[in-house]
């Protein structure tokens, strides 16, 4: 098994640019979210979706969009990007909203300059 | 909402040694589960050890235990015998368990561990 596949895995934009996360796993977990690093700090969500079809935000969405057309891919789509966006993306899933333990991705690195 | 505090930003110890890391959390909820993830400089995220609320007995895998403290909503997370492969960043987390709970953690800031040869 795959696990989460992320890409890219390092990208740098220009402000204004749009760009899409790319986030697939292939354990049919019906849970997954995206989560924002900036450096030296925590993680902090920006989206989640608990099966297809249904997506909600989390602490920071704002300049952020998903969807969530299948089980398996949860792409995060950033328009008109700005450096307040510069860092590290994960993606994540799992299998129940319980005691199973989040699968991460190796991350994107985003610089936006 | 949860919030979860990690008060040292940096720690350090002597390879082989022990060396804990705190972790405090504010809830109102009475069932919710608690994560030690740690971060190598790959940036890869890797669950260290899992503690379910309504457990009394600390959680260990090998190296790793912790010292739950419910009433004191405090987590801790000690490493024995300390290995240089130990060296990373270590982030607490909280997870809801009640009724909906949609699985998302909510994460500490961080403590970044340095292992001294």
């Known amino acids: 098994n795959a696990g989460v596949t992320q890409t890219p895995k390092f990208r740098i934009l220009k402000i204004g640019q749009s760009m899409t996360l790319q986030c697939a796993q292939d354990m049919n977990h019906n849970y997954m979210y995206w989560y924002r690093q900036d450096p030296g700090m925590g993680l902090k969500l920006i989206y989640y979706?608990?099966?297809?079809?249904?997506?909600d935000k989390g602490e920071v969405p704002n300049g952020y969009n998903v969807s969530r057309s299948t089980t398996e891919d949860f792409p995060l789509r950033l328009e008109l990007a700005a450096p307040s966006q510069t860092s590290v993306y994960f993606c994540a899933s799992t299998k129940n909203s319980y005691n199973s333990p989040l699968h991460f991705g190796n991350g994107t690195r985003l610089t936006v300059t | 909402a949860q919030t979860v505090t990690q008060s040292q930003p940096e720690m350090s110890v002597q390879e082989a040694e022990t060396v804990t890391l705190s972790c405090t959390y504010d809830t109102s909820e009475s069932d919710y589960y608690l994560f030690w993830y740690k971060q190598p400089p790959s940036r890869q995220m890797i669950l260290v050890i899992r503690?379910?609320?309504?457990?009394?007995q600390n959680a260990t895998e090998n190296r790793f235990s912790v010292n739950f403290q419910k009433a004191a909503k405090s987590f801790s997370l000690k490493i024995s015998d300390s290995q240089l492969g130990d060296a990373a960043m270590y982030f607490c987390a909280y997870r809801s368990a009640g009724t909906g709970n949609t699985g998302k953690l909510i994460f500490g800031q961080g403590t970044t561990l340095q292992v001294k040869p």
């Open positions: 503690q379910e609320a309504y457990k009394q």
């Open positions: 979706s608990v099966g297809a079809g249904i997506t």
